[in-house]
């Protein structure tokens, strides 16, 4: 059974930083690409950052510059670090793990962890 499992979300002032951790287990992490999303209230569902199997990143415009995605294949473990973070980083923020096998995609999110921030 596959389970990707959030965790470090808080509410933080305006330009503080947080590190969100996203651990997987039921897959062979380090076969997968990963990502972090982010979803706002009454706003769809927003790619932030990605991370290949091979460790190539790329992320949303609004964050490029800010955040940064990484992972460790030995702790089956991706993180988000965000820094300068705004007020329209409000978001429940959700792991993704994805795979194409035969051509077909396979992918699993976890459950979300809430980040707010607020003065």
């Known amino acids: 059974q596959v389970q990707l499992v959030e965790s470090g979300g808080s509410l933080v002032q305006p330009g503080g930083s947080l590190r969100l951790s996203c651990a997987a287990s039921g897959i062979i992490f380090s076969n997968y690409a990963m990502g972090w999303y982010r979803q706002a209230p009454g706003q769809q569902r927003e790619m932030v950052a990605t991370?290949?199997?091979?460790?190539?990143?790329n992320y949303g415009d609004s964050v490029t510059g800010r955040f940064t995605i990484s992972r460790d294949n030995a702790k089956n473990t991706v993180y988000l670090q965000m820094n300068s973070l705004k007020p329209e980083d409000t978001a429940v923020y959700y792991c993704?793990?994805?795979?194409?096998?035969?051509?077909?995609?396979?992918?699993?999110w976890g459950q979300g962890t809430q980040v707010t921030i607020s003065s």
């Open positions: 993704n793990a994805n795979i194409r096998r035969l051509g077909l995609p396979y992918n699993y």
């Open positions: 991370i290949t199997s091979g460790g190539i990143t």
